[in-house]
């Protein structure tokens, strides 16, 4: 920042102590891209390790017992999607990292507030804009 020296008025540049706001953004993304790697192995791990305890449906001779049992494996098939969906959440999120488009809502272009980064690495939307979004998804 230049300042004036009162006595010569010629400007320098005076050194902060405080780290810029790029440079503490930088610092704050890389935290998020370990956050985003982690939970990537965390949940390509379980989804892993779930399709392969997945078997194929028994045959019970009781029907409420094989109703039991094909309720758990859509339970069981619910959640193995919803860890793939997260899991492309996450991807996106670590390429737009490269391409420095990561926490910028895909909605209004402004950017995401660094608190919700740190609560959900992987949005897409601002807290407005999702506001906006599920409102609009629950009256259709």
Known sequence: MPTINSSNHSS????????????RKNTNYADLQKELNRLRAVLAHETMISSLITTEPELFPDP????????????????????IEKLRRIERALTSLHTRSYGICSRCSRE??????????????????????EQ????N
Do not use: F, G, W
């Not at 740190?118 to 906006?132: E, F, G, I, N, W």
């Not at 609009?136 to 009256?139: A, D, K, L």
């Open 12 to 23: 320098r540049n005076v050194p902060s102590n405080r780290p810029s706001i790029h440079m």
């Open 64 to 83: 409420i017992d094989q109703a039991a049992s094909e309720h758990e494996i859509d339970i069981a098939l619910s959640v193995n999607l919803l860890a």
């Open 112 to 133: 995401i507030p660094y608190a919700r980064l740190k609560v959900q690495p992987d949005s897409l939307h601002c807290v407005p804009c999702l506001t906006v979004i």
């Open 136 to 139: 609009t998804s629950t009256r």
